[in-house]
């Protein structure tokens, strides 16, 4: 176990943490402010986990949400189990093959987000009672108004907004990817399992693109008609 960890770890990994721990906070404090029912703070932490593996991936996301806890905002602190969750798992599924191609990064996303749903929820209940600063909030409260217990709301907004945020979250971290040139890349730990299939790259930049604007579209759709807009 302790020589798979380790397998993760090379100077490049240790180059890229702190970069991937920025963009997290960046992108999640921007999205914190707005409101916005979505997190994209774990966009730094799949990037590490496909690149360098899931423990790797782990380290980044515990480290990001203790950082933005102590640093910036104290209410970001509790969720580190999820954020740690999440690169492990995203770095699991990349080693089983699947961040080769554009849909089996959407199955990337939608398992990343059923494990940040289940490990979510008992801090949202226990911690906040169901109402935290996320944008999402106000589809819980609304649901809370409509009679459904705290329980019932909060799983279901989880299940309303993980998926698209999750898998959101593996898109873009899959562009960045298919951007990045091939000589940068090939120095990771894992950089096979950057490899695509089943088309170029480029061609794979550009579908993942145009899913990431799809979902974005969905997201609103269905905001709004849970609102009321």
Not at 51 to 57: D, E, R, S
Not at 131 to 138: H, K, L, M, Q
Request: aromatic share 10%; charged share 10%; net charge positive.
């Amino acid at each position: 176990m302790l020589e798979k960890i380790k397998n993760n770890f090379n100077t490049q990994t240790w180059v890229l943490i702190p970069i991937a721990i920025a963009i997290n906070i960046a992108i999640g404090q921007i999205v914190l402010l707005l409101k916005l029912p979505v997190f994209l703070d774990s966009i730094g932490t799949v990037l590490v986990a496909v690149l360098c593996g899931p423990w790797a991936g782990a380290l980044t996301g515990m480290l990001s949400n203790i950082i933005w806890g102590i640093a910036i905002d104290p209410g970001a602190l509790p969720w580190w189990p999820v954020a740690a969750m999440i690169g492990y798992m995203a770095g699991r599924m990349a080693q089983w093959g699947f961040f080769k191609s554009w849909w089996k990064v959407v199955v990337t996303g939608f398992v990343v987000a059923l494990t940040a749903a289940i490990v979510s929820t008992p801090i949202a209940v226990y911690l906040f009672g169901g109402i935290t600063a996320s944008g999402s909030s106000f589809i819980t409260a609304y649901l809370l108004q409509t009679g459904q217990g705290i329980w019932s709301a909060v799983v279901s907004t989880s299940f309303l907004t993980e998926p698209v945020d999750k898998i959101t979250t593996a898109m873009l971290a899959f562009a960045i990817i298919q951007g990045l040139p091939k000589r940068t890349i090939g120095g990771y730990p894992k950089a096979e399992q950057a490899a695509v299939e089943g088309g170029t790259s480029q061609n794979q930049l550009y579908i993942a693109v145009g899913v990431v604007v799809v979902l974005v579209l969905f997201a609103a759709f269905m905001l709004r008609n849970i609102l009321g807009g």
